[in-house]
């Protein structure tokens, strides 16, 4: 293709895309095979020799290998990132697993911010422990603490960026030099940002993943994960992959191919709605403390500001009544939808004491920091007129319940 390559939109929309596609299509076809086949013995001979010549292939042997929809949905993730290689999962742990897995031996140590993905943190504390692979937590924005972390067997930070459920956002170029200066790896867990918001891999992250179930599929019909990195991280991931078997399948990377094609036009939304929801938030009396970094009042805003194009469509709020308020307040909105996941373009809203964390004792998730109260919003790209009615009629009712 000639030079389209510029703006983030025109990526997202011919990024990846084969000119021309078979048949002359517009879209990429969903390849819908679970093998391939060769003409001859020489032509398999031929493709075997290229493949240990370690020549970049992009034709399929068997569907655990690779697919073409896939290969065209990697492609744009990666042109999306700046990436030289992107690699889709069947679903976002897959990818943080694998990767994980891939990285790290027996005795390698691992740091990871405190505010994290559930079972993210289940793996390290289970599986990776079993391993003899012994993780360090540290609180997000706390550089000293994650100094004093540091050993000589430490080969990997991962965070994420924001994170979950608190929105916070470290200081990525800092982390970076730190870690390397110890011959470390930094992973970021990029979900709630999107390359819309932030390319990690230009403020000095190694690997980068998304739930690409998220903002990147964008309509709540797909799970998918994807690593984006060098070629030279990439590479060797995928041939975990085929061991390990984590694959997307064909038509779940069409959808995701079609999603990828709004992602510019959905964050501006996202980021506006979430801008919109926070700020009308902060101002009411049922509302405790709302956690946001577009607002000035989030201990990140500084950071977050200079990082990041927009804040995204997340805004977690403690109601007041804890968890009888906080349900309350979700029982009375009429525009989301109750239940986990965000990114798409249905607003969902949650409880995470309730659903998330559910299964920890309130001690248990008072260490964590996941309070009773605490509501996780995730705004779609409904009108936010519409959102913040809805929360005004919820929030009066509250009131009057109290
Ligand atoms: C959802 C999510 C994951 C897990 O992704 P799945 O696609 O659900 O497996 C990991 N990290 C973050 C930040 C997420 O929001």
Not at 38 to 66: H, L
Not at 173 to 181: K, M, N, Q, S, T
Not at 210 to 233: E, F, I, Q, R, W
Request: net charge negative; with cysteine; hydrophobic share 40%.
């Amino acid at each position: 293709m000639t030079q389209l390559q510029s703006g983030f939109s025109t990526r997202a929309v011919h990024g990846g895309e084969a000119r021309p596609n078979p048949y002359r299509a517009v879209t990429t076809p969903i390849v819908q095979t679970s093998t391939y086949t060769f003409e001859s013995t020489a032509d398999v001979r031929a493709f075997k020799e290229a493949q240990q010549s370690g020549a970049p292939q992009r034709r399929g042997e068997y569907g655990r290998y690779g697919n073409p929809t896939q290969w065209a949905a990697e492609d744009k993730i990666a042109a999306l990132e700046g990436a030289e290689e992107a690699l889709l999962f069947s679903s976002g742990m897959n990818a943080v697993t694998t990767a994980l897995l891939a990285l790290l031996s027996p005795g390698d140590h691992l740091i990871v911010t405190q505010d994290l993905y559930r079972k993210t943190r289940q793996f390290c504390n289970t599986l990776l422990q079993r391993m003899g692979i012994a993780t360090s937590y540290v609180p997000v924005g706390d550089i000293a603490a994650l100094e004093a972390a540091l050993r000589p067997q430490t080969r990997l930070l991962f965070t994420e960026l924001p994170t979950n459920p608190y929105l916070r956002v470290v200081d990525l170029e800092r982390i970076a030099d730190l870690v390397h200066a110890r011959g470390a790896r930094l992973f970021v867990d990029s979900t709630f940002a999107t390359p819309y918001n932030l390319r990690p891999l230009e403020h000095g992250a190694d690997l980068v993943v998304h739930s690409a179930t998220k903002y990147l599929g964008g309509h709540n019909d797909l799970l998918a994960g994807v690593l984006v990195g060098p070629s030279s991280l990439i590479g060797p991931l995928r041939e975990v992959q085929g061991m390990l078997g984590g694959v997307v399948d064909p038509g779940c990377a069409y959808l995701l191919l079609r999603g990828l094609k709004t992602l510019g036009l959905r964050m501006e939304r996202h980021n506006e709605n979430g801008l919109r929801v926070a700020r009308f938030l902060e101002g009411q009396p049922a509302v405790a403390h709302v956690w946001y970094p577009g607002l000035p009042s989030h201990p990140d805003h500084a950071i977050a500001t200079r990082l990041l194009r927009g804040f995204g469509g997340v805004v977690s709020f403690e109601v007041r009544g804890g968890m009888e308020g906080a349900a309350a307040l979700i029982d009375a909105l009429r525009v989301p939808l109750i239940g986990p996941s965000l990114g798409g373009v249905e607003s969902l809203v949650e409880q995470p004491a309730l659903m998330s964390h559910y299964e920890l004792d309130p001690v248990e998730r008072a260490a964590i920091g996941v309070t009773d109260g605490l509501v996780r919003y995730a705004l779609g790209i409904e009108d936010a007129d519409d959102l913040i009615a809805d929360l005004e009629q919820a929030l009066a009712k509250v009131l009057v319940g109290s």
